[in-house]
């Protein structure tokens, strides 16, 4: 009995620890004739080995990788060799999670030295969300806790210490590209806000269990009717597992990150998008809902239905959410293989395949450019100046006002004199001096005397 092998094709990840977990992995579940597999090599370590690189016609390089490469670009210890890619040799990847205001629009001049993304974006030649079909899981999966629940957790908080506010926030990142804590500062203004991490200056402690070990972050975000699932960028299909996170704690999440949330609202009130509203408004809105629970189990009907023995399905979705999440090959052109991880794997295993055995040739001019869809400095505005705005708009006001009484009363007391000298040297000189527009009636009356 013979056994055919089976050819398999190299997938080189260039870059250092983040890239660990791909190593080794063999792609063999595409239904094509051969396999690749992931090697992953670390130039700050080790020494590549010619062959490796040789039979690697595409190279993936993490975002991370190629930021801590820009000071000494083109050295073959930080970034595979530029010249191949030029040649048509190599096609270099850029992959990562992170929105394009992170690296792609800080570091603009290294974007054309890439020919293909792997990211989040829908429309990148390789697509790996952050979401995919099993959203539909943890949105229809029944609540973590009660709504009774969370009433009595609202009233004698964690470990019976302070009370909760309705809203809780979660956060690392305090200087954020969009100045998301800014908008957050003025929102505490109108409405208690309970923020856990290390951002803010009122914030609680971190709860503990009856055992003393830190609840996890779900934990803490399921015992609240709101949670603020601010990312930290404005920029197009950013939305990340804050989202994810809320709808599992069984809270209305307030969002903010690109324009368009409608493929990921799970119903058409599902979320409270917050750049719809000043921060005064938004927390009128959450008081409204807080205290009037018709219109809060409205909006989180399908996490708790009104009658409880319906289980919720994808029936009770928004279509346009079903139709975004259902079909995890969204931007698949040529292959429709799930989950859309694997999918797109499997479109650079093939991609690997035909360019080594030249079904495929690579395309020198064909580079990335930067994605300019983020929204710069989004809520800068809201700093220490929203505080004296209108009484600075007063002051400028106010001083134009009074430099414009100063110029006219200034003009009126000069504006005879120079008439006047203007006449008397006319009257010396019996010569025809042009005169401005406001003394053409003197001028006549002089013509007439002589």
Request: charged residues 25%.
């Amino acid at each position: 009995m013979s056994t055919t092998s089976i050819k398999e094709y190299p997938l080189l990840w260039w870059g250092k620890d983040e890239l660990r977990q791909f190593n080794g992995r063999v792609v063999d579940n595409c239904n094509l004739p051969y396999t690749c597999r992931h090697t992953q090599y670390n130039p700050y370590t080790e020494p590549i080995e010619q062959s490796k690189y040789d039979e690697s016609p595409i190279i993936f390089v993490s975002i991370y990788q190629a930021d801590d490469s820009i000071s000494a670009f083109n050295k073959p210890v930080d970034l595979p060799p530029l010249k191949d890619v030029d040649a048509g040799k190599k096609a270099w990847i850029l992959y990562g999670w992170e929105s394009p205001k992170w690296f792609e629009q800080k570091k603009t001049a290294v974007i054309n030295k890439f020919s293909y993304r792997f990211n989040y974006i829908p429309t990148s030649d390789f697509v790996y969300p952050y979401f995919d079909s099993s959203i539909f899981d943890v949105v229809l999966a029944p609540p973590l806790v009660t709504l009774e629940y969370k009433a009595k957790m609202r009233e004698q908080g964690f470990n019976g210490g302070k009370k909760l506010a309705p809203i809780a926030w979660i956060v690392s990142n305090c200087h954020s590209f969009n100045g998301r804590e800014y908008y957050i500062n003025q929102l505490q203004k109108y409405v208690d806000i309970d923020i856990y991490g290390q951002c803010g200056n009122r914030n609680r402690e971190w709860p503990t269990d009856s055992n003393g070990n830190q609840l996890e972050p779900l934990e803490i975000a399921s015992a609240y009717r709101f949670y603020l699932a601010f990312e930290n960028s404005n920029c197009d299909f950013y939305v990340t597992e804050k989202l994810i996170r809320t709808y599992e704690a069984g809270a209305i999440p307030i969002v903010d990150g690109p324009n368009n949330y409608e493929p990921f609202a799970a119903t058409s009130n599902a979320l409270i998008q917050a750049d719809r509203y000043s921060p005064r408004q938004l927390a009128t809105l959450v008081k409204e809902l807080d205290q009037d629970e018709t219109k809060y189990a409205e909006r989180i009907r399908y996490k708790y239905p009104a009658d409880p023995t319906h289980k919720p399905t994808v029936n009770d979705l928004s279509p346009v959410f079903v139709r975004q999440w259902a079909n995890r090959n969204q931007s698949a052109d040529f292959m429709s293989w799930p989950p859309v991880y694997d999918e797109s794997m499997c479109r650079a295993c093939k991609l690997a395949h035909d360019v080594t055995e030249g079904l495929v040739k690579l395309d020198p001019a064909k580079r990335l450019a930067p994605d300019y869809s983020c929204v710069r400095n989004k809520h800068f505005h809201f700093t220490w100046m929203v505080e004296l705005h209108w009484r600075l708009s007063l002051f400028v006001l106010a001083l134009f006002g009074l430099i414009t009484v100063l110029v006219y009363r200034k003009r009126r007391t000069w504006v005879p004199y120079v008439k006047k000298a203007i006449q008397q040297r006319w009257n010396r000189s019996k010569t025809y001096i042009p005169l401005p527009t406001f003394m053409n009636d003197q001028r006549k009356n002089s013509l007439q005397m002589n």
